[in-house]
């Protein structure tokens, strides 16, 4: 089972500011990446796939980059309502596995 | 628009069976896989299993293997997750979702979820 490490566990940040999250496969996962985000209470919404792809209604603000075991989600201006938490997903090997969040908080 | 209804949890004690539900609407049921994604309390998110969409082809995590059964119904837009010899581990929020097209493993859309409590 591939392990996602997702770094930092929670990323102080201040409205207007970008924000770098990272996620480390324990192995090459070439780009079957996903990035989820998830408001408290409420079910992950989808907003990159591919690695890089942006979902349908994803803000411009979100990127996704990354290969092999290195990939990164980048907010390049926060909004309030980027202040919650995201996941990394990877299914090139079985099973697929989510990484365990980070938490982007208001600094 | 998509849109992903979850049914039938609640609380249940160890060992007996729960049936979720999920109801869909706005798309081709047919066209796509659909997946059961859980969320334990204050944890982070694990997959559960799939079913394709000629509902002949099914994938389920190791932890519920011979436990948890999907199913769907392609006339009815409904996909079934039927749970036996439920576990206090197997506590947690269980949302359906829609692949983001055909058989990808991408979770394009999720219903609200359906918590299910294993509790004596």
């Known amino acids: 089972e591939i392990l996602m490490t997702q770094s930092p566990a929670i990323l102080s940040v201040s409205p207007g500011e970008g924000a770098t999250l990272s996620c480390r496969a324990s192995?090459?996962?070439?780009?079957?990446v996903a990035w989820y985000q998830q408001n408290p209470g409420q079910a992950p919404r989808l907003l990159i796939y591919?690695?890089?792809s942006r979902a349908t209604g994803v803000p411009v603000r979100f990127s996704g980059s990354g290969s092999a075991t290195e990939f990164t989600l980048t907010i390049s201006s926060l909004q309030s309502e980027d202040f919650v938490l995201y996941y990394c997903?990877?299914?090139?090997?079985?099973?697929?596995?989510f990484g365990q969040g980070t938490r982007v908080e208001l600094k | 628009q998509v849109q992903l209804v979850e049914s039938g949890g609640g609380v249940v004690q160890p060992g007996r069976s729960l049936r979720l539900s999920c109801a869909a609407s706005?798309?081709?049921?047919?066209?796509?896989?659909m997946h059961w994604v859980r969320q334990a309390p204050g944890k982070g998110l694990e997959w559960v299993a799939i079913?394709?969409?000629?509902?002949?082809?099914?994938f389920y995590v190791d932890s519920v293997k011979g436990r948890f059964t999907v199913s769907r119904d392609n006339t009815r837009n409904t996909v079934v997750l039927q749970m036996n010899s439920l576990r206090a581990e197997d506590t947690a929020v269980y949302f359906c979702?829609?692949?983001?097209?055909?058989?990808?493993?991408?979770?394009?859309?999720w219903g609200q979820g359906s918590l299910v409590t294993v509790s004596s």
């Open positions: 979702a829609r692949s983001l097209y055909s058989s990808s493993w991408y979770l394009g859309y």
């Open positions: 706005g798309f081709t049921f047919t066209n796509y896989a």
């Open positions: 079913i394709y969409s000629d509902g002949n082809t099914e």
């Open positions: 192995q090459s996962i070439d780009g079957n």
């Open positions: 591919r690695a890089s």
């Open positions: 997903q990877q299914f090139s090997n079985w099973p697929p596995t």
